[in-house]
Each structure stands twice: as structure tokens, then as C-alpha cells.
């Protein structure tokens, strides 16, 4: 049975304060509401990160994961943050490859098969992103492109290593700007990468892998989006700063 997951990404935004009480909000209405069939992540900004696993303690379900992570285990890398280190401060996942990365960090997929690399062999659990950009889209190469993505990164992991992988696809072109893509076109996306992955891996591993979907995820459009076979939950960025929105996504399932 694969999991179903609804991470949040609050990319670099709030303060020690607010990412505070974000996070109290968040444990608090988690316990109220008795979340348990869904797993729920938070990705704060690396400072965030020992406060809120204070914070999160042993509530069932919830989980803390970070945004980044170096590809070196250690050593002279000034300003970089080692999958080790974030192990070491309770963080269970990291988000991997996300396209402000790569397009402002000209994150390759080489370079991520190496973060991916550091991740699984310190415990923690890769989000990977994936996803095309709009010209992709319009010009009808999404599949193809999306595929080439997870093949060259993540097509020369075994296949226990890949089973221990969430893909996260988002569309570019609706990452924050309010345009989600429909139910049909996440779900003939996430098919598709399913199959590619069945290809490689089999299918039983494939039928295993949670793939999430991102992009302009929001209280509203969560229901739909994920009533659809192969959305196993979402990546959500804005929402995910209003803990009410984030908590109403999480009870979509
Ligand atoms: P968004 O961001 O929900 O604000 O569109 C999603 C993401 O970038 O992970």
C-alpha cells in the first residue's frame, strides 16, 4: 500500500516567531483532528528546523523535512548543509530538485543524483520534484520530458533504494501562480510516470511509489486533485504558510 503524504514547502519565508507558531498551530490542530491515515511533513528553512522538531515531538504522523541538502557527506563547503546534519536534527525527509533549484541554482540532474545519493544513505526520505515548463507543455513534450528527468537522476539507484523514494510532480507553470493543473492532466502525468517506473523498477515497486502532486494546491482543489488513482498527496507552497488551509489539504483525503 503506498502512503499517502501532504508536505508542506514554506521556501524561505517567516521568521524564528512565525515559523514558531506556525508550526504549534499545526502540531495543535494535527492532534485535535486525528489525522492518522494521511502522513503530514513540514519543510521549513534549515533555522527552523531544531525548534520545530522541539515542537512536533512524537505527534503521530507528523514529520519534519528539509528543502535542500548538500551532495557532499562533509568537509570544506562553506555556507552547505550535509543530509548527516539534517539526520542528526530529527528532519525524516528532504525535498529534492525542486525547480526554483534548478533554475536558480542550476541544480542538473546529475547534481541530484548525488543529494538523492546523500539523502538515502543517511535515512532520509527524498521528495523528488520533477515537472516541465510551460513552453514543454504547450509543445505536447511534457511525458517525455518529466521521464527523461527521473531517468537520468534516479534510473541508477537499485531498485530498493528507488522504493524508498516520493516523486513530487509540479508543473512549472503552475507552481505559485494560482493556475493548478486540472485533476486529469496530474493524473495522466502521475500514470505515466508510474509506468516509466514500472518499466525500470516493475510494477509491483511502481504500484508502491507515493507520487505527489504540486502546484497551486489549495483547500479548494485538494479534494479533486487527489480523488485521482495515482495522486498520492501534494507539495504545498503557499498554503502551506496558513495553518488552517494546510490542516483543511491534509483532510482532503
Ligand atoms: P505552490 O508551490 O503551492 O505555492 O504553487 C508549490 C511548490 O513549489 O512546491
Redesign the pocket.
Known amino acids: 500500500m503506498r502512503k499517502k503524504i501532504v508536505a508542506g ?1 514554506w521556501k524561505m519565508n517567516l521568521n524564528f516567531e512565525e515559523g514558531q507558531k506556525l508550526t504549534s498551530e499545526i502540531v495543535n490542530m494535527f492532534k485535535d483532528e486525528n489525522l492518522k491515515d494521511v502522513i503530514a511533513v513540514i519543510n521549513p528553512p534549515f533555522v527552523h528546523l531544531y525548534p520545530a522538531k522541539k515542537l512536533i515531538g512524537d505527534t503521530p504522523n507528523l514529520f519534519l523535512g528539509s528543502q535542500n541538502c548538500s551532495d557532499k557527506s562533509s568537509g570544506a563547503y562553506t555556507g552547505e548543509i550535509s543530509a548527516g546534519m539534517l539526520a542528526s536534527f530529527g528532519a525524516k525527509y528532504v525535498i529534492l530538485g ?1 525547480s526554483e533549484r534548478r533554475e536558480f541554482f542550476k541544480e542538473t540532474n546529475e547534481l541530484l543524483t548525488a543529494k538523492t545519493r546523500q539523502a538515502l544513505d543517511n535515512d532520509l526520505t527524498p521528495i523528488f520534484c520533477c515537472g516541465e515548463p510551460l513552453e514543454i507543455r504547450e509543445a505536447g513534450t511534457h511525458e517525455e520530458y518529466v521521464k527523461q528527468q527521473l531517468t537520468e537522476s534516479l534510473f541508477g539507484f537499485s531498485a530498493e533504494e528507488m522504493s524508498k523514494i516520493v516523486i513530487a510532480y ?1 508543473p512549472i507553470w ?3 501562480t494560482g493556475r493548478t493543473a486540472s485533476s486529469d492532466q496530474a493524473q495522466q502525468m502521475h500514470a505515466a510516470l508510474r509506468a516509466h517506473l514500472a518499466g525500470k523498477f516493475g510494477s509491483d515497486l511502481a504500484n508502491d511509489i507515493s507520487i505527489l502532486y ?4 489549495n483547500p479548494s482543489n485538494a479534494k479533486e486533485i487527489f480523488s485521482k488513482p495515482d495522486v498520492d498527496g501534494g ?5 502551506s504558510l496558513k495553518s488552517r488551509d494546510f490542516v483543511e489539504i491534509i483532510k482532503s483525503f
Open positions: 514547502n525542486h509540479e503552475a507552481i505559485g504540486g502546484g497551486s494546491c507539495l504545498i507552497g503557499g498554503a
